[in-house]
């Protein structure tokens, strides 16, 4: 007898879309560290962070009791462009695997942006039009996030200055042409403009950048500037709350056809994609409702998780930004080059980070060849093309899938797919023609940089 099937793709309605956003913090009994003045050591307070911030994202940020958070009626309208997200059922990849296991994907990469992050850009551009304000500035590395941001920005006609690490502005045009197409300026960093910028070109001429530096120019851009304000794509609580969008449709699209997850599993960088696919199955978890494993999947190369040390740090490396208690490498820890480069952050979300501690999550790290291999058998399935960062939770849903096959468990595995990895193929190139690398950080490494980790406690 066959089972009563599910869909390939499993679809929300219009009435059965999220209306307001999760707070996991609000269910946690041991609530994230706060945000350090990194001159005072003192608590961050809502009127400093809003010198830099949008108000109202200051609030979301500093509030850790309000569970939900009404997602305003212009935001949702902008969702509907785009979400509901689907739910896929991977039959193909489990008949291909052999396993007995229930496979899920929640696929981020329908729209432009090609990821997750566009749910939290219209946010922090709705609020920033809603205060008045003429623009934003952000950084960007791999070039995901300006995208996602240039399209909210153009959608309410907001200005958006781009600092974007020199080295993807040059090996990356197609990324930049596109934030460009949706009339955001985009500036190489560290660039000229900037009294940051100046500083570091002065002193390492010829050096093409890095986040931490790109971060330090685009704050300095906001902050001098009338009617500006900075705006981050991952790492913070306001990001996590917007992403949270990912997790409530998961859940719903479950719920209305009775199915249980009992694996949970998502690729982390800074958390937002995994803070916000988790969220109400967090949530359950966190008021005893009920159990799952959750599995949060990085890379080898900058293993915040598995071989960071849980202490307050700086979230930049030009030290300007406010020091948060997290699971970090170091802020000097430079990553090695990895094609996953929204994965390349030295530190983790403070939530995920105490979630992590309290032990109600796991985290594997995995290598790019490994990564690269689950990405190619999927997308030979499945026919999404993967972003690598995404693929991170491909390599750990097959490994979690196979072991099934073993024991012959019937589990039900639900992955986050964050995104499409078109702007990759060079990344896909160096795979296929073997020439690319598993650089693993030393012990010694690591500890070096654990031990420039600024002495607070
Ligand atoms: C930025 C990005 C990530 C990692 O960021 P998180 O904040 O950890 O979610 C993962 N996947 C894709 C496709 C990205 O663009």
Known sequence: MKENKIPYKIYLDEKEMPTAWYNMRADMKNKPAPLLNPGTLRPMTAEELSGVFCEELVKQELDDTTAYFEIPEEIRDFYKMYRPSPLVRAYCLEKKLGTPAKIYYKFEGNNTSGSHKLNSAIAQAYYAKKQGLKGVTTETGAGQWGTALSMACSYFE???????????????????????????????????????????????????GSLGCAISEAVEAATTREGYRYVLGSVLNQVLLHQSVIGLETKAALDKYG??????????????????????????????????????????????FTRGKFAYDFCDTGMVCPLAKMYTLGSSFIPAANHAGGLRYHGM?????????????????????????????????????????????????????????????????????????????????????????????????????????????
């Open 259 to 304: 199915i249980k997850p009992d694996i949970i599993i998502g690729c982390a960088g800074g958390g937002s994609n995994l803070g916000g696919l988790i969220a109400p199955f967090m949530g359950e978890k966190l008021r005893g409702e009920a159990d799952y494993r959750i599995i949060a999947v990085e890379p080898a190369s900058c293993p915040s």
């Open 349 to 457: 979300s403070t939530t995920l980070s105490q979630l992590y501690d309290d032990g109600l999550m796991e985290a594997v790290s995995v290598k790019q060849t490994e990564v690269f291999q689950a990405a190619e058998q999927f997308a030979r399935v499945e026919g999404i093309l993967p972003a690598p960062e995404s693929s991170h939770a491909i390599k750990v849903a097959i490994d979690e899938a196979m072991r099934c096959k073993e024991t012959g468990e019937e589990k039900t595995i639900v992955f986050g797919l964050t995104g499409t990895g078109y702007f990759d193929m060079v990344a896909y190139e160096k795979f296929h023609d073997g020439a690319m690398t598993d650089y693993i950080p030393s012990d010694e490494e690591i500890q070096a940089n654990i031990d420039r980790l600024p002495k607070v406690d």
């Open 158 to 208: 907001l200005d958006c200055k781009v600092y974007m690490v020199k080295v993807s502005y040059e090996q990356k045009p197609f990324r930049r042409e596109v934030m460009r197409t949706y009339g955001a300026s985009v500036t190489p960093s560290p660039s000229m403009e900037t009294e940051v910028g100046k500083k570091i070109l002065a002193e390492f001429p010829g050096t093409t």
